[in-house]
Each structure stands twice: as structure tokens, then as C-alpha cells.
Nanobody, 124 residues
Framework: QVQLIESGGGLVQAGGSLRLSCVAS????????MGWFWQAPGKEREFLAA????????YYEDSVRGRFTISRDNAKNTVYLQIDSLKPGDTAIYYC?????????????????WGPGTQVTVAS
């Protein structure tokens, strides 16, 4: 059974940084792409970033490119999302996700498993 658990959220001041983590269990982590999504209050869940199974390829939603960085440590079964220059508009629940199919290229959709999310609140 695939399980994803996010951590690292909290209340931060605008301009600060956070690193979110997502630990996966239940199968061979290094065979599967990983993605990060967010859901702001009153909005649909949206794609942020994704990384290939090897970590060699990443893909970002245009509005966060340059401020958000996705990475993974396959030895620790963990994917990270570094967020810099935080803005109040970054306030959201952040989710990690993964796929049922191995060796998929990073992309914006088609994810099958989701974590419960971690709340990030950015104060102005």
C-alpha cells in the first residue's frame, strides 16, 4: 500500500523560505515520478512541480518557476519542495503525489496516490 506523508509546513513571514518534505512508503520509491500540488482557500488543487523517477528531469508550472525547486533523495524515499521568497499568495495546503505506473516522465496530471497535505500560511 502506497503511503505519502508531507511535512514542513507552518506559519512563515513573507520573504522567508520553507522546505517541504514528503516521505513515501509501500513500494520502490526510485521507480516513480513525484509531483507537488497546492490548493489555496476556495480554489481547485493545482499542479506546481514534478520530478522524474531518477531525479534527472523536473517540470514546473510557469508561475512558480524560479522560486520553487523540486528535488528527491531516493535513498531516503523523500521528495522535497524548496520554496523561496514566500508570498501571502503562497498560502495553501501542499500535497505530494505519485503515479501507479513506473518510469513516467514528470507531468501535470495522471497522479494516482496523494498525501494528506501540509498547510503553509504566509503572513504579510
Amino acid at each position: 500500500q502506497v503511503q505519502l506523508i508531507e511535512s514542513g509546513g507552518g506559519l512563515v513571514q513573507a520573504g522567508g523560505s520553507l522546505r517541504l518534505s514528503c516521505v513515501a512508503s509501500g513500494r520502490t520509491f526510485s521507480d516513480y515520478r513525484m509531483g507537488w500540488f497546492w490548493q489555496a482557500p476556495g480554489k481547485e488543487r493545482e499542479f506546481l512541480a514534478a520530478i522524474s523517477w531518477s531525479g534527472g528531469t523536473s517540470y514546473y508550472e510557469d508561475s512558480v518557476r524560479g522560486r520553487f525547486t523540486i528535488s528527491r533523495d531516493n535513498a531516503k524515499n523523500t521528495v522535497y519542495l524548496q520554496i523561496d521568497s514566500l508570498k501571502p499568495g503562497d498560502t495553501a495546503i501542499y500535497y505530494c503525489a505519485t503515479d501507479r505506473v513506473p518510469y513516467m516522465s514528470p507531468g501535470t496530471a495522471g497522479y494516482d496516490y496523494w498525501g494528506p497535505g501540509t498547510q503553509v500560511t504566509v503572513a504579510s
